[in-house]
């Protein structure tokens, strides 16, 4: 005669395992997911600024021993007035916007470009502030930094 090794209360623990996964996934899905994927209120006037800022990638960067690489070498922008920035390339290489320590912006995401051809723009809108150094990856000689501040029209 051989013993049963199986009773009711594997089948009664099962029950309370599946059940608490349902709750524990439900409870995520209600309260965790809709906040991870909530666009910021961000003001109109901050999304579509009047003014677009320029910073210029200057022909010859490529060489270190020019110190001027980005015009102007830093930026100072305000939300809502200018807060949108284009790095223009005018020189014959591709360049990189990278920033020194990692910035993201609520609204428009990372800040940093790919490689920027010769001719082409890497453009970024800023929604938050903040003082962003950055650099070129493949030329860290080439510094900058934005500067972005509250503007006068966002009150």
């Given at each position: 005669m051989s013993l049963s090794t199986s009773s009711h209360a594997y089948g009664i623990g099962l029950i309370a395992i599946i059940v608490g996964a349902a709750i524990g996934v439900s409870y995520y899905q209600l309260y965790f997911v809709p906040e991870l994927n909530a666009v910021p209120n961000i003001p109109d006037k901050v999304k579509n600024p009047d003014q677009t800022t320029t910073i210029t990638i200057v022909k010859g960067s490529v060489d270190q021993t020019q110190t001027q690489n980005f015009l102007p070498k830093k930026q100072t922008v305000q939300l809502g007035v200018d807060n949108k920035v284009v790095w223009q390339n005018?020189?014959?290489?591709?360049?990189?916007?990278?920033?020194?320590?990692?910035?993201?912006?609520?609204?428009?995401?990372?800040?940093?470009?790919?490689?920027?051809?010769?001719?082409?723009?890497?453009?970024?809108?800023?929604?938050q502030e903040g003082s962003i150094p950055y650099n070129c990856k493949v030329h860290p000689w080439m510094t900058g930094e934005i500067d972005i501040e509250h503007g006068a029209l966002t009150s």
């Open positions: 005018n020189d014959d290489a591709a360049h990189y916007i990278t920033p020194i320590k990692p910035f993201k912006d609520k609204y428009s995401g990372d800040f940093g470009s790919n490689a920027v051809l010769a001719g082409k723009r890497y453009t970024f809108l800023f929604t």
